[in-house]
């Protein structure tokens, strides 16, 4: 083990204690705040997933590894989801994502408990975000964890083009699409939301990713595959860049078993790092 490198505790009791912040057009953010214990070794932003929130699994298993390795934990709803923030999922773009992961990070940078390093984290559209922050801020941040980010609005099209071409054109024709979520949830997605990821692509900068930066994705993610991580992967310099699959796993991580294995890779990530 490398000289300050994480020490994982076997039993943690961690505290938590919950924020509300305004982002910049004045929408209410929700987060949490959770300490294990101790004094922190650094601070992890997390951001879930496009009609997702905070507690799911997928962002769950992110946030207690990191609280295991000694970090304390900052896990938020974006606005226009889910959660407990405010906004209307059918205002919700990958845009609105990268603006809320920007003002949510800035603000706790600024906070009396904050504690470098920063970690940024984050599933799909919220690890679109926190790999986008990392090459916005790339001074600033430590470590980044992205899980089947969204790597740039064409491959995004590409994915549903080559996975569900049928409906994706019924999209495009109809302009709406409506679809139950996994917890019952009615999501109306309207064919602006999805044109507006055009807008972004991580590629440009990923030079910039110097930082040590770990992709998990699954082997069957349909939305985010592993041959579009492995695009980004190829285009960030150095050797800090460690890309993980996690076999016949879909895009979100549902089961225990996969659930243990993403905090298996995170862990095993970060056992060597020094802080």
Known sequence: MAPNAVEFSKCYNPTMKKFELKNRYELKIVGVLETSGNTPR?????????????????????????????????????TH????SEGNFEQSTLGSFWEDFEDVTNWVRIQGWFLGPLAVSGHSKGAYAAVRYAEEYPTDVGFVVAIAPVVSGELSFEAHKENNPEEFAQW????VLTRIGSEGDIKVQHWSQMKERLNHNLLVNAEKLTMPI?????????SCPPKHIQQLFDHIPGGNKTFEIIENAPHSFNTNTQQKECERIIENWLINKTF
């Open 42 to 78: 650094g601070t992890c932003v997390i951001q879930h997933g496009w009609g997702g929130h905070k507690d799911k699994a997928t962002v769950q298993s992110i946030k207690d590894t990191f609280l295991k390795a000694g970090f304390q934990t900052f896990n938020f709803d974006a």
């Open 81 to 84: 989801s889910f959660g407990e």
């Open 172 to 175: 495009e024709q109809e302009g």
């Open 214 to 222: 770990l992709f998990i994705t699954g082997s069957k993610d349909t």
